[in-house]
């Protein structure tokens, strides 16, 4: 009897970490489906981008209230899952405190602890806050209506009881070994940790017995550990993904200038084989198995038309709006929104993943497609491609380069481009200026100071 606890504890962790392996690897999946791309360059400098921006918050604290916030949750989540090691051990082989051995390093440990979860806790209080009382303009726009405004607050919840119930547990503990009662008391006689916040805490629980006390503590460590398992397998469909993906999502980020655009590679020959004075304009092209410069389409019209990196952005989206509201065209009430460009992109994709799942892992056409079922020619054309939500979003995340793609699919699969963007190119080829004037006359504003 006395190894049930042991047993379930192995259940949990097994059918836990089972889930999270079979999300993980739709996931993989998912990204993959993408087109290849070649990120592997400049080693050292990705590197370090990984290392400023994702794990050292470079980007983040540029808006400094969120963004220290968004710190101390950051260092609160690494930093006490050191502590959940110490519960799996204590699991399996049913002992208590297991590194309490490690004396004045542990007590410095769990004091840590503690007050980096009542610093979690009041700073999702004030995240929660912004949301939903001060209601902060960027987290208003229409696409974070339903399941998105749910997805973040079901995230601060899960949080705050994470913490609490940490908190919690440690303060029945306290009270437990402060009554002697037997496997909370460490062979020293001493209190075995320091809880400089739950100690607030102990006290409140004065008056219950010791059965009732390690049935609360119990309970807490219980709640805590499944909690923290429920909110790793939660992961997958929620924001907070980027838990997970902001450390290669910043590695394998563009390192180009954010102005440079990358030139498809047939497009590229075409125009070099007209500018080759030797060249025979109707000679045909060299057959080749390996030949992959002709691509299917130009552009993307749907997720599987898009590189895997660009895929993977999808996915790492935080959904914290400040692309949306760095965008020019959005302050200026344009329907485009960088932030509804990733997430309909990673909407899209899942749609696709769960299609390959329902047909034994073959896709099969659902007449859908990312562009009009979900991104409208209207948001796309309404982007001046200044780059700033790139810049804005504070894991290197890239909207531009999806809405260019998919904008190239429309010029140049579907011929379809605004009659102003028309007219413009139209008078480029004629005149040599988007004007709609003769040449001869470009110069005539000169003569006019």
Known sequence: MQYIPNILFLIALAVGGGFFVKNIKKLVRNINLGKDVDRSDNKPQRWRNMAKIALGQYKMVKRPIS??????????????????????????????????????????????????????????????????????????????????????????????????????????????????????????????????????????????????????????????????????????????????????????????????????????????????????????????????????????????????????????????GRCTSECPANQTGKKLSPRKIMMDTRDRLEEVGKNIDANENTFVPDGKQLLNDYITKEELWACTTCNACVEACPIGIDPLSIIVDMRRYMVMEESSAPSDLNNAMTNIENNGAPWPFNQLDRGNWINEA
């Open 67 to 320: 963004g220290i916030l968004h710190v101390v949750v950051y260092v609160g989540f690494i930093i006490i899952n050191i502590e959940v090691l110490e519960i799996i051990i204590d699991g399996i082989f049913g002992t208590h405190r297991i590194f309490s051995f490690l004396g004045g390093v542990y007590d410095f440990l769990i004091a840590s602890f503690e007050i980096l979860a009542f610093l979690v806790f009041v700073s999702v209080i004030i995240f929660w806050l912004r949301r939903n009382a001060i209601r902060i303009k960027r987290f208003l726009n229409p696409e974070m209506k339903g399941w998105p405004k749910m997805d973040a607050n079901l995230i601060l919840y899960f949080e705050m009881v994470l913490m609490g119930l940490f908190l919690l547990m440690n303060a029945a503990d306290l009270q437990l070994q402060i009554l002697g009662a037997d496997h909370y008391v460490s062979g020293y006689g001493t209190i075995t940790g320091s809880f400089p916040i739950s100690g607030y805490i102990a006290p409140l629980l004065d008056g219950m017995s010791v059965s009732s006390l390690i049935i609360l503590e119990r309970t807490a460590w219980w709640l805590h550990i499944l909690g923290i398992l429920v909110f790793l397998n939660y992961l997958y469909y929620s924001k907070h993904l980027h838990i997970l993906l902001a450390f290669p999502n910043t590695w394998y980020a563009k390192l180009k200038p954010q102005g440079e655009f990358n030139n498809l590679q047939a497009v590229t020959d075409e125009v070099m084989l007209m500018m080759d004075p030797n060249a025979d304009p109707f000679a045909a092209p060299p057959e080749s198995e390996d030949d992959t410069s002709e691509p299917d389409k130009f552009g993307a019209s749907d997720v599987t038309d898009l590189n895997w990196v660009q895929l993977m952005n999808s996915y790492s989206c935080t959904e914290c």
